[in-house]
Structures are given as C-alpha cells and as structure tokens.
C-alpha cells in the first residue's frame, strides 16, 4: 500500500523498475526494438527518448533553457539527487562541471557508472538516501533533482538536506509532480478515481502512486504530487528568490486522449497556454540565502 511505503520499499521498486523512458515502465523496451542495459545503444536510446519527451525545454543543446550551464562550468560542484540513468549528470559532465551524481537504487548508480564509463567522463557516483546525505555542508555550488522528491515519503527532509550540503548563495533547481495538472485532474481523479471507482478503495496518496509512474504494472510505492503554495512554504526559509515555471511537455498526449481527434487540430497557442497552467511538471528554482 502506498501509505505503508517507507525507503526500503522504494528502493527495491525503483531497482527493478528503473526510469528507463521505455514504451514499458523499467524495460528497456521501445518501439523500434529491445535493448540490452549497460550498452552503448541503450544510452543513446535513452537519451533519444527522454529528449523527445522534453523538446521544448533544449535550445542548442539540451534542458539549455532550464539549466543554468553559462553560470556553473569548468570547476564548479554540481550534485544531482536521483541520477536514474545519468542522462543529466553526463550534461553537467559535459559542461565542465565537477559532478556528484547520488540515488537511492543501485541500478541507478550502476547504470550512470557504466554511462560515464563509455563516455570517458569522470564523477563522483554512488549510493544515497536523499533524507540523510552523507555529504558535507555548503559544499556544492549548484544542486538540483528532477523528477525524484515526490516519492520521498519525507519530502521536506529531503529538501532541507539538498539545502544543508549547498553552499549560501548556491543554485538549486527542482522538478516535481504538478497536483493542479490536467494529468492528474482527468487522468487520475476522473478516469481513474471517477469512472473506474478507484476512489472507494484508495485514498489520495495510494491512487496519486497507483497511477503514477509504473501504473501499467500496479503503480509505485510512493508518489505525491505537489502544488506552489506548499512549494513556496517548504523553501521559504531557505530562499529569497524562489521562482516556478510549469512545464506541460506531455499534453499532446493528454489532449489527445481527452479529445480524440480534436486534440490533433488544436491551435498551438492553446496548448500552450495550457501547458504553461496546467502542465504535470512543476519546475522550482532560485538560490540558497547566504
């Protein structure tokens, strides 16, 4: 039950079920065939299909209108909390940055090692429970996580420990779950909550991770998506400059499935300025107060 979800039961998920980006949830499955984990061709694969997903936020190179990469280069510390299959460590990497790559599963870390390995790149990459970072304070001049912290089940430890081993006036950068998205809205309070019945049986955070991340094979341990207010309340202490975008990269398909048909022909403009309302992901950033 995902109420009972505690770090034990997540990590054991998320090792057998790693964010592969595949047409199924932990395998290395896509539309144009079957990869093996750990090659040269897997990575690739990866990388083609979680920079799809994410088109809108590249410019020259990719994620170059979020990450702020002309402020952290050659030398600088740069720590990712939930490195999943090291595509974005291997960015920083790329950009001269010193990186400390961590997460919780050792598939995670095993796959990013065997990443960097191929590509001749050097990190520090190893196991970590994001609520007890054995890390020193203010060591890192910028930290970020994407698409991790809602399924720590103690989400503000873990934020106060991504701010600990920050330096002051550091950058951070955070994507979470969005609970006012249209994702969520149709496709797991009406659909699944509404039509399907699902509310009578699950509460809130037990149908937030039945469908979430892994729904085709029975959801995962712990998902809770969350909202800006609660957002500005949690870093309110630690930043003076907190700033969100809402980034709606998968309402093509949302639109698609909530208007076959119509969906196809919607006007640019107005997907996206739903996107820009109600997308699923919520980006935060800003600076560690000094």
Not at 14 to 20: I, S
Not at 61 to 67: A, D, E, Y
């Amino acid at each position: 039950m995902a109420a009972d979800a505690n770090t034990g039961s997540i990590r054991e998920w998320w090792a057998e079920n790693p964010m592969t980006y595949g047409s199924v949830h932990g395998r290395a499955a896509y539309d144009d065939g079957q990869y093996t984990l750990g090659t040269p061709e897997f990575f690739e694969r990866v990388d083609r299909e979680f920079f799809s997903w994410n088109a809108p936020l590249h410019d020259h190179r990719p994620f170059g209108r979020l990450f702020p990469f002309g402020s952290y280069g050659q030398g600088t510390r740069v720590l990712e909390i939930g490195c999943g299959m090291g595509t974005m460590a291997m960015l920083w990497a790329l950009n001269g940055a010193d990186v400390t790559a961590v997460d919780l599963n050792p598939t995670a870390v095993e796959q990013t090692k065997r990443r960097f390995e191929i590509k001749g790149l050097a990190a520090d990459i190893h196991l970590e429970d994001a609520n007890r970072l054995s890390l020193p304070d203010a060591y890192f001049d910028y930290s970020y996580s994407w698409g991790v912290l809602h399924h720590s089940p103690n989400l503000e430890q873990s934020l106060s420990e991504m701010m600990r081993v920050l330096k002051p006036g550091g950058g951070f950068g955070i994507m979470l779950y969005n609970r006012r998205s249209l994702w969520r809205w149709y496709l797991t309070e009406y659909v699944e909550g509404f039509l399907h019945y699902e509310k009578r049986f699950l509460d809130p955070l037990q149908l937030a991770s039945r469908y979430g991340d892994g729904y085709r094979e029975e959801g995962n341990p712990h998902t809770w998506p969350v909202t800006r207010k609660e957002m500005r309340r949690a870093l309110q202490d630690y930043s003076g400059d907190l700033k969100f975008k809402i980034l709606g990269t998968e309402l093509d398909s949302v639109f698609r499935t909530m208007l076959p048909g119509v969906g196809l022909v919607l006007p640019r403009f107005v997907k996206k300025s739903w996107a820009r309302r109600f997308g699923w992901s919520l980006w935060m950033y800003g600076h560690k107060k000094g």
